[in-house]
């Protein structure tokens, strides 16, 4: 059955309110022109985030932790429909499975490296890990990370390990979107999978491997098909996509003539782009979506931020990494 749009008219409304307390261009403009990390944080706790401490990064990913579960709450309250909230928590799940499984391997302690924001708990992944019983786990879930853990003890290759996590990733993803029945939510994950995935050929290239383990590493769920990006001719193969401009500066990263940083902006300025078309629209289930993916693109501004901060580099040479608002 289609979404129909006033059944997210009090979501809607809710989100448009706290829409107000995103982050401006100036109080960003502000963080950067800050002269300490202190001063920079203190802008932040001013502007809703609460208590925010400098001394180190790890400080300022506790702050923005608590602001994804507070955005994360807010969706769960106001929208009867979990899937949504679903399709932004679902990669910390995957990426407690990768922490769990290394940290098996290497015979170390997980849960401090482990998010909060999973939406299985982390404890409920411990335990399968430890008791080898998968049962209260997603399906696709439990038998990604059970392949994975078997392919990471045989081979001792981490990333092959992650190969199969990303897929089953991206196979949950479709499967919530598709569950949720909005077009706007399948064309997100449809540019998340496009974009992991000239990512990866970007990368693969760089370093010099060949087609067959890029396929390896290519992820479901895409709208350009696997074969384009097997070619390495990245101009040519993505010049009518959305991937166009992205894959101009992932030509030259990949000839090692320039460096990943714009590559990788132009890649979530391609998400950001798509996000504004929720903007101008009314009330259905767009403005929340959007809503949640401008938040997650606020992290990340304030991640770049502090940590340029923190490593004392030059405002505009922080300007020059940030994405599109």
Do not use: W
Not at 43 to 64: C, M, N, P, Q, T
Not at 127 to 132: E, G, K, R, V
Not at 305 to 323: F, S, T, V, Y
């Amino acid at each position: 059955m289609k979404l129909k749009d006033t059944d997210f008219l009090y979501a809607t409304m809710r989100v448009r309110v706290n829409e107000k307390n995103l982050l401006t261009e100036r109080e960003i403009s502000r963080m950067i022109d800050a002269k300490t990390p202190e001063e920079a944080a203190k802008i932040l706790s001013e502007s809703g985030y609460g208590e925010v401490s400098a001394r180190s990064f790890s400080d300022i990913e506790k702050a923005l932790q608590r602001q994804r579960r507070l955005t994360a709450d807010l969706i769960d309250e106001v929208c009867e429909d979990k899937q949504i909230s679903e399709v932004f928590l679902l990669k910390y799940d995957f990426h407690n499975i990768k922490t769990l499984i290394k940290a098996e391997l290497a015979g170390e302690a997980p849960e401090r490296l482990m998010s909060d924001l999973s939406c299985i708990p982390k404890e409920k992944l411990i335990h399968a890990a430890h008791t080898d019983d998968m049962t209260e786990l997603p399906l696709k879930m439990a038998e990604a990370m059970k392949q994975a853990r078997e392919t990471l003890a045989h081979t001792g290759d981490p990333q092959r390990a992650d190969f199969i996590l990303d897929r089953a990733y991206f196979e949950m993803l479709c499967d919530a979107a598709e569950s949720f029945r909005s077009e706007f939510l399948k064309g997100y994950v449809s540019l998340l999978a496009d974009t992991a995935n000239l990512r990866a050929a970007v990368r693969a290239a760089r370093q010099g491997r060949g087609a067959e383990v890029l396929a390896e590493s290519l992820v479901p769920g895409g709208s350009i098909e696997h074969k384009r990006f097997l070619t390495y001719d990245f101009e040519n193969s993505f010049s009518n996509t959305p991937l166009s401009e992205a894959a101009v500066f992932g030509a030259a990263a990949a000839k090692g003539n320039t460096g990943l940083l714009e590559f990788e902006r132009e890649l979530d300025n391609i998400i950001i782009r798509y996000m504004h078309g929720a903007k101008y629209v009314s009330f259905d289930e767009r403005p929340i979506i959007a809503y949640i993916a401008a938040k997650e693109a606020e992290a990340m501004t304030v991640r770049i931020i502090m940590a340029g901060k923190l490593e004392n580099l030059p405002p505009d040479e922080i300007r020059n990494r940030l994405r599109v608002l």
